[in-house]
């Protein structure tokens, strides 16, 4: 089931605080990044986040889920509704998430 738009816009919102959030829309669910890196996503109308050390020091009994069939496993924030929280985390992992893949020009 694809998550809604009403949910990507709750979270954003509960993140609205915190600067450098985009996110983008593929297959129905949509990739959360955090000053260019990305972080998590929305899966099924629920916030999945990448399982970095800083996200497990912060979320130690945090469940794991699937994003979709095939993927790795990853977090489930159920601390959803807690915007202190939730910008604490993502300045956390910001420093153990992989910086984005330089495209190669076509030259």
């Known amino acids: 089931m694809p998550s809604t738009r009403e949910y990507l816009d709750f979270v954003l919102e509960q993140l609205s605080d915190l600067d450098g959030i985009a996110y983008r829309k593929m297959?129905?669910?949509?990739?959360?990044?955090?000053?260019?890196?990305?972080?998590?996503?929305?899966?099924?109308?629920?916030?999945?986040?990448?399982?970095?050390?800083?996200?497990?020091?912060?979320?130690?009994?945090?469940?794991?889920?699937?994003?979709?069939?095939?993927?790795?496993?990853?977090?489930?924030?159920?601390?959803?509704?807690?915007?202190?929280?939730l910008s604490r985390l993502f300045m956390a992992m910001y420093a153990a998430l992989p910086a984005p893949k330089q495209k190669k020009s076509r030259l």
């Open 27 to 85: 297959m129905g669910e949509y990739i959360l990044y955090y000053r260019g890196r990305i972080v998590g996503g929305i899966y099924d109308n629920r916030l999945l986040v990448k399982p970095v050390a800083p996200a497990l020091a912060l979320m130690p009994e945090a469940p794991y889920a699937v994003p979709y069939r095939g993927a790795k496993a990853m977090l489930l924030v159920q601390e959803i509704d807690e915007p202190d929280f």
